[in-house]
Each structure stands twice: as C-alpha cells, then as structure tokens.
C-alpha cells in the first residue's frame, strides 16, 4: 500500500512537472501601493483592471498597507480604476483612474498617489488648455459656493436667534439681506415666511397683520417653486421639505380667514408627501372645524383615517363634528349613526388620551355605552 501510494505521488509530481510554463509566458503580473490625498494607504480598497481589447476585468483588493499585486493579466491596454470602500462596506466609490495603462509580459508597476495627483492637477500638468480651463472653473465656481453657504448659513444663524427672543422683524431683516445675497435658495424664502407668519399673529393693527400673512404666503411660494424647480435636488427629504413648505403655506392662509385657499393647499402638501399625508388631512380638517364647516370636516377627517387607520384624535374630532349634526327629540339629543362608535374607537386607541374624558361625556350625553382596552363597561344612565 505505501509503495502504492508513493508511485501515485510520484506520478502526480511528475505530471505538475511537465506542464509547460505557457502561464509564465503569456501574462504579466501587476502590483502598486495606493494612497489617499492625505499621503495614507487605502486599505481595503479596490484596483480593477478593464482590458480595452477583450473586456476581462479583474478586481484586485488593497491590503491594509495599500498594497496590491496579482499574477496572470493578459498583456494590454487597460483602463484601471482606484475604488475606495467606504467603512460600511455598502458601496464603492470611484477614486481615480488612468486610461491606457500597457500590462506587458512580466512585472508592471502601477501606483496611485492621490496626493501627487492633486498636485499635478492644481497646477495643470498634463492637462490640455480646454482641460486646465475646465479645471480652473469648477474650482472657482466651488469656491464661490464655500463662500455664498457660509454667508448664508450666518444670515440664518442671526435671524433665527433673533426670532428665539420675539424680534421677528430683525429676523425678516437679517434674511432679507440673505436673499441680497442669493435669491435661490428655498430653506431662506421657507425660514422668510414662517417669520412673516409668526410676527403676523403679534400685530394689532389689522392691516398691518394682513400684510405679513400675505408676505408669508409670496415668501413660502417661492420657497415651493425653487424646490419644485430644482431639477439636481438629490436631497432624500425633498417631498418631505415641499408639503411642509405647502403646510405652513396652509397655516398662514387660515390665520389670514381664507379658509377655501387653505384647504387647497393642505391637499397639495398631501399630494406632494403621501406617507405623511395623514398630518396634513388632520390639518385640513382643523381648520375646518374651527370654521364651522361640518361635512367638509367629516370628510376631511375619513380621509385621515383612511390613510392611517390607529390616529386616534381624528376619531375623536370626526365625533364632535358628528355632534354637530344631532338632533333634539323631545329632551333626548339624537346623534347621526357612527358617532358612538367614532368615539368609542378614540377610546380604543387611547383609553387614557387627552379627549379621554371628554369622549366618555359625549358618549354618555347621546346615551351611548363607554368601554376601554381595560375591560371597563359603563351603561350610560338614560334620561
């Protein structure tokens, strides 16, 4: 058995032998260190190789010195691309590459220096005129922008602690002077409206008070149509920002008593934002109630509940609206069919909640039944 065996191996080292060095012949081998624009090794970083000729790529992977190396590329033209791996290992970002680079037979050398790089590009070596042009404008154009935020940013600073102590118009003032600055920007028209809005409600001349609700309303209209017309805006909270732009909107048209455009606007900012539509139904139906409009806040409210069946002060206020439609038999109030149970269901949902003990009289003043999530039944005493 053991001679066995021995000729076995044997004969396996024999055959890995003869194989003929073709590898060695017909592929080179690359290798390089990769730093980043502070001079530090991108570790874990990766190194792809695109053969222009045939489209065979090969990913090598950075070591914890920045280093990579592999055996057996084809010789070539390859277009070779430095990836950085972020630290949550979720996405690679593209570094740098170099287009062309020749993977002959044997060693190819092949560093990236980010560092250097940035320093041959800042002082325009091997760019072409139209390139270093290029080059030259988008940094000045960055530049530009760096200085435009930072003036900006103060200008917001300044008006929102002035608005923190009640001085609304210093804040109006301080962002006024913003949009002299740079009239496209939406958050200074958003933050101009809400203290427009909030100094509205402070004034005793009427006049005056209208006035500053229709500043608010051109200042948050503007805010909505920047937003709707930025066509690069890659921020997630975009539809989040519109309907909230829509809200306040919304607000200052009722404060003002134009309920009708205020309703239009709660439907926008719904529209602009559906997972958060809810709110601005509940808003809607606010404003509605407060102006006596019952059918319109019944509906209003449904909607609310539609789109977020456990928000329980929308049973509630659809109750007391509904109570708003009873009737007087005799000495007996007759409230429309629903409403026990849209403030039973309040009291599902928060057997404790701020209208809790109100629900519990209204149930008893239409001689409904009063129950809790504790088990808890009350008959109510009939009259």
């Given amino acids: 058995m053991k001679k066995q065996l021995g000729f076995i191996l044997f004969a396996v080292l024999a055959l890995a032998l003869c194989v003929p060095p073709v590898f060695a012949q017909a592929s080179g081998s690359v290798k390089g260190i990769c730093k980043d624009p502070e001079g530090k090794p991108i570790a874990s970083g990766i190194v792809e190789f695109d053969n222009l000729d045939n489209g065979q790529k090969y990913n090598l992977k950075t070591n914890g010195k920045g280093e990579y190396f592999s055996l057996g590329l084809s010789p070539g033209k390859y277009k070779v691309t430095l990836y950085k791996t972020p630290d949550d290992q979720k996405a690679v970002k593209e570094t740098f590459h170099v287009n062309g680079f020749q993977v002959q037979l044997g060693e190819n050398n092949l560093d990236f220096d980010l560092q250097k790089e940035q320093q041959n590009a800042a002082k325009g070596q091997g760019l072409t005129p139209e390139q270093l042009k290029q080059m030259q404008e988008q940094q000045a154009k960055q530049q530009k922008e760096t200085t435009t935020v930072k003036a900006l940013n103060e200008k917001l600073n300044a008006a929102k602690t002035a608005a923190d102590s009640g001085d609304f118009d210093t804040a109006i003032a301080s962002l006024n002077e913003a949009n002299q600055v740079d009239p496209s920007r939406d958050l ?3 933050k101009l409206g809400d203290y427009y809005r909030l100094s509205a409600v402070k004034q005793t001349d009427t006049a005056e008070k209208q006035k500053r609700f229709d500043s608010a309303v051109a200042a948050y209209q503007k805010a909505i149509d920047l937003k709707k017309g930025a066509t690069n805006d890659k921020d997630p ?3 989040a920002n519109l309907a909230a732009y829509y809200n306040n909107m919304a607000e200052a048209y009722a404060k003002a008593g134009k309920t009708d455009d205020a309703i239009k606007t709660y439907e926008m900012a719904a529209q602009a934002d559906p997972p958060h539509a809810a709110g601005y139904y509940f808003n809607e139906g606010a404003v509605l109630t407060n102006s006596g409009k019952v059918d319109p806040a019944l509906a209003a409210f ?3 509940i539609a789109t977020d069946p456990n928000r ?3 049973y ?8 708003g439609k009873a009737t007087l038999q005799g000495d007996k109030m007759v409230a429309p069919p629903g409403t026990a149970e849209a403030f039973q269901k309040y009291l599902d949902l928060q057997p404790t909640g701020t209208y809790a003990d ?5 149930l008893t003043s239409i ?5 809790t999530s504790f088990g808890s039944k009350k008959k109510a005493s009939k009259k």
């Avoid at 509630?316 to 109570?323: A, E, F, R, T």
């Avoid at 001689?367 to 129950?371: C, F, I």
């Fill in 302 to 304: 449904d909607k609310v």
């Fill in 358 to 362: 109100a629900a519990k009289q209204m």
């Fill in 237 to 239: 909270n975009a539809a």
């Fill in 316 to 323: 509630y206020w659809k109750g007391v609206n509904m109570i």
């Fill in 188 to 190: 200074v028209w958003f």
């Fill in 367 to 371: 001689g409904g039944s009063v129950q």
């Fill in 312 to 314: 329980a002060d929308a």
